[in-house]
């Protein structure tokens, strides 16, 4: 009997361990809780409810297949080294399959789960799947990791034009194998159930995940370009949440879009090739978190700037969190965030960088609360999207250029819909008015003043910036992107 220890790969079809375990023999499946570990790493509440809905979802497929799925408990993961040997014993497991994780905590699990289960004579099989490219096989000619995005991308295209990461088909059904799958749990304890209108929007199940790709395929793909950087519309993906659970996996998106663009990733459709772009920032963060472990452990990846002068204003920070800091994109965005469990890229950009430069507060406090919230938290890309906007990370945002949330505001949001759509208290101000609607004789009584001056408080981050002890460092960031 073979065991598929599921995690973020909740999903039948192109599921490298699933595939490989069924293809061994007889197998059944299991599914760790571990609310500790969850703690511990900030998963937001609707982000477990999104996985446990996932799993449910799952289950059933699974049992068409006569694979029954069992559910242990295994708090921390310390744990399930343990866990993992007993319910081997019980069924008499040869091995054990799982899809690779990245991440400190992920590998030494892993690593742990391995060597036990060995010890005991029980193989312990990890495949990639998660990426398109395994970390540490894409790198510069010197060997290391790269660390700008566009020479990473130029990597990864000569590796898909020599050959495409391929689709893996879904397992075959079973003989059944008289083993009862559990229950899988609807709650966790410590973690609130979110609101139905929230569950609403992010439908469980791999038919829905496939549902979204088609339709953004189909109806969206080819304006992603041009449209991707507006709010208010609806012009990119909303896959994270399921790419994060693994509910899709990145090569169907990879083959959906070039399906889509006569085989091309690198010319043909514009929006395409960006889209491509996007899946490859994906990639490419999560080969950072491999080669530069500091950044799985709250370190910065560029060291000289952890002498940044952050400042300690929690009242600032708790407006921010709360969405009334008095600019309306930011507000109406972290609006967005509490309500839905998603922002919109444009708009994770713009609320970091206000808070880690014209509030010149710490990214890991922003980060922490992103996770805290949002229904897609992915350590890599969460990290690495902070560590841009706070021009502390790999290939980021060079600290002396900040975004305006007003000009921000002006750009992406003109007619002020996204603001309107959630700061309803703004309704009446024109399209002018609404970006900044205490900035001229808009005095109101339903909207906070904005806690901080644009540009003072710009020229206060520029200032801290500039004393950092080996500036030239932080400075010299060759960029390959090119967000404005
Ligand atoms: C401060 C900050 C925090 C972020 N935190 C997360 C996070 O926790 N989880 C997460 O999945 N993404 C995160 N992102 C990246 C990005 O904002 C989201 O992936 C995107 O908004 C998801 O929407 P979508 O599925 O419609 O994306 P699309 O535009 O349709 O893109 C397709 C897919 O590409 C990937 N992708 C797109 N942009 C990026 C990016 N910049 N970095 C890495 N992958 C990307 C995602 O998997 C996304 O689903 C963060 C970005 C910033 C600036």
Not at 125 to 133: E, G, K, N, V
Not at 173 to 179: L, N, Y
Not at 191 to 210: I, K, M
Not at 444 to 453: C, G, L, S
């Amino acid at each position: 009997m073979q065991l598929i220890w599921l995690r973020s790969d909740l999903r039948l079809n192109d599921n490298t361990a699933l595939a490989a375990a069924a293809a061994r023999g007889p197998c059944v499946a299991v599914y760790l809780t571990s609310p500790a570990q969850w703690r511990a790493h900030d998963d937001a509440p609707c982000k477990i409810d999104f996985w446990l809905r996932n799993l449910a979802s799952l289950s059933t497929a699974l049992a068409e297949l006569n694979i029954p799925l069992l559910i242990r408990h295994a708090p921390h993961w310390d744990q399930a080294p343990s866990v993992l040997l007993t319910l081997c014993r019980e069924l008499n497991i040869e091995a054990v399959h799982a899809n690779e994780e990245y991440g400190v905590n992920e590998a030494r699990r892993d690593a742990e789960a391995a060597r036990c289960l060995k010890a005991q004579g029980i193989d312990f099989h990890s495949y990639l799947d998660q990426l398109l490219f395994k970390p540490g096989s894409v790198l510069t000619r010197t060997g290391s990791y790269f660390q700008v995005f566009s020479q990473f991308r130029k990597a990864c295209y000569s590796r898909l034009h020599l050959s495409l990461p391929k689709l893996i088909r879904a397992p075959a059904r079973q003989a059944p194998t008289g083993i009862h799958s559990d229950l899988v749990p609807t709650e966790v304890e410590g973690f609130a159930l979110p609101s139905d209108s929230l569950r609403t929007l992010w439908p469980a199940g791999e038919n829905e995940a496939r549902r979204r790709l088609d339709t953004f395929v189909d109806q969206h793909l080819d304006f992603y370009q041009s449209e991707r950087d507006f709010p208010a519309k609806p012009g990119t993906s909303q896959l994270s949440a399921y790419l994060v659970t693994g509910v899709v996996s990145p090569r169907q998106c990879l083959h959906a879009a070039l399906q889509a663009n006569q085989g091309e990733f690198e010319s043909g459709s514009a929006g395409t090739v960006t889209w491509i772009n996007e899946l490859l920032w994906r990639e490419f963060y999560k080969h950072i978190l491999v080669g530069f472990p500091r950044v799985s452990r709250h370190r910065a990846f560029r060291p000289e700037t952890e002498a940044l002068a952050w400042r300690n204003a929690p009242e600032e920070l708790a407006a921010w969190k709360q969405a009334r800091t008095g600019l309306p994109i930011i507000d109406a965005a972290m609006r967005q965030l509490l309500e839905t469990g998603w922002m919109h890229n444009r708009l994770r950009m713009v609320v970091a960088m206000f808070l880690t430069k014209n509030l010149l507060i710490d990214w890991r406090e922003g980060e922490r609360f992103f996770m805290q919230h949002l229904i897609d938290g992915d350590l890599a890309a969460n990290n690495g999207g902070w560590q841009w906007s706070a021009s502390t990370g790999t290939d980021s945002a060079p600290w002396f250029r900040l975004f305006n949330p007003l000009s921000q505001s002006e750009k992406f949001d003109r007619d002020g819909l996204f603001i309107k759509r959630w700061l309803p208290e703004l309704n009446d101000l024109d399209k002018q008015q609404v970006h900044n609607p205490l900035g001229g004789l808009f005095d109101r009584p339903d909207y906070p003043a904005p806690i901080v001056n644009l540009s003072q408080s710009r020229e206060r981050a520029l200032e801290a910036f500039r004393n950092l002890p080996t500036r030239q460092h932080a400075m010299t960031g060759k960029t390959g992107d090119q967000r404005t």
